[in-house]
């Protein structure tokens, strides 16, 4: 059971079940790093989670069953300042794009810095870094 202090992540929304997730919860899904350039110019190496992974855990649907009116939904990234983004689900989804969209909680082998937070979107194929939000604390899905 997760303690409301622990938790790290909210997913939620029209899933199939809500998530409330620690550290210890992502550390369960495999794990994927990249190398990346942030909006500084700085190249690092970022681990995480891909949140595709994520949202399949809440019971969204990927690959050959996102079609019809699924192509359609979305996702709401928030952070904890209120700041928010959204991605159409096949954005997320490696068999449509070939690329994915990372969940960071360390760089550089350690955690994150305090400006970036506990978690971060990694986002490599954006030439803009208007989406790779900083203190994310949840993933919403939403139908259109």
């Known amino acids: ?16 079940h809500n998530l ?10 495999p794990r994927h790093s990249l190398r990346a350039t942030d909006e ?6 970022f681990e995480g989670v891909l949140v595709a992974e994520i949202l399949k ?17 979305y996702l709401l990234v928030e952070t904890a300042d209120g700041y928010r983004v959204v991605f159409a689900l096949p954005e997320l989804d490696p ?3 070939g690329t994915f969209v990372l ?8 955690p994150l810095g305090e400006s970036d937070g506990q ?10 870094y208007a989406r790779w939000v900083r203190h994310l604390v949840a993933l919403h899905v939403k139908q259109s």
């Open 1 to 16: 059971m997760v303690l409301e202090s622990d938790v790290v992540l909210v997913v939620d929304g029209a899933v199939e």
């Open 20 to 29: 409330k997730l620690s550290f210890a919860d992502l550390a369960r899904f």
């Open 40 to 45: 500084l110019g700085k190249e690092s190496l």
């Open 57 to 73: 855990s809440a019971g969204v649907k990927f690959g050959k069953e996102l079609r019809g009116k699924r192509l359609a939904n």
């Open 95 to 97: 068999t449509f794009k």
């Open 103 to 110: 969940l960071a909680d360390s760089r550089d082998n350690g």
């Open 119 to 128: 978690l971060r979107l990694i986002i490599p194929f954006e030439k803009r």
